[in-house]
């Protein structure tokens, strides 16, 4: 069944037809949080999101717009928690070195991880929309209230900031 469909059944009251549409786009929410924000404070503000769209559905005017309105809402939220987090005063927290791992892929994962959370939020969000949530350049635009133009810069310049993060971490290009 198509979003614009459970949307318009949701906009009726179909409480089945919300349950699918939360079944479809909870994973990917969440996934944008979490990488954005990071994993302890992901289901807290994933939550805020859905109370976001439960408040606003009556509201969506185009349902076949839902996937960038849903980010729109996920982006709303996780720059609110991250204007709490810089709010507070920083915490200096000394960092772990895990030992060598025989498990390359895992420790490459990691760091690539580690590299897209050092980005600045504004291109790490645009990395992981466009890359990771497979929405596209006019969606990602749509998203973060900017120009196609500017979503194409942010990007290249992400890609540009997570190859010289990887490069200097030792892996090849």
């Keep these: 069944m198509t ?14 037809a919300f349950a ?10 969440w996934a ?5 924000i990071g994993p302890s404070q992901a289901d807290d503000v994933a939550q805020e999101v859905w109370l976001a769209v439960v408040r606003g559905l009556p509201r969506l005017r185009e349902p076949g717009r839902f996937a960038p309105w849903l980010f729109t809402i996920a982006r709303r939220a996780v720059a609110n928690r991250l204007r709490e987090e810089y709010g507070r005063p920083e915490v200096l927290v000394e960092e772990e070195r895990a030992s060598a791992d025989p498990a390359d892929g895992l420790v490459d994962r990691a760091e690539l991880l580690t590299g897209l959370s050092e980005l600045p939020v504004r291109e790490r969000e645009i990395l992981v929309l466009f890359h990771l949530e497979d929405l596209s350049l006019e969606d990602c635009a749509e998203v973060c209230a900017i120009p196609v133009g500017t979503v194409k810069s942010r990007l290249s310049r992400a890609r540009r900031m997570l190859r010289d993060h990887l490069t200097e971490k ?3 290009r």
């Design 3 to 16: 979003d614009e469909l459970l949307v318009v059944r949701c906009q009726l009251g179909e409480r089945e």
């Design 32 to 36: 944008y949080v979490r990488r954005m």
């Design 170 to 172: 030792g892996h090849p």
């Design 20 to 29: 699918e549409l939360v079944g479809v786009w909870n994973d990917p929410v």
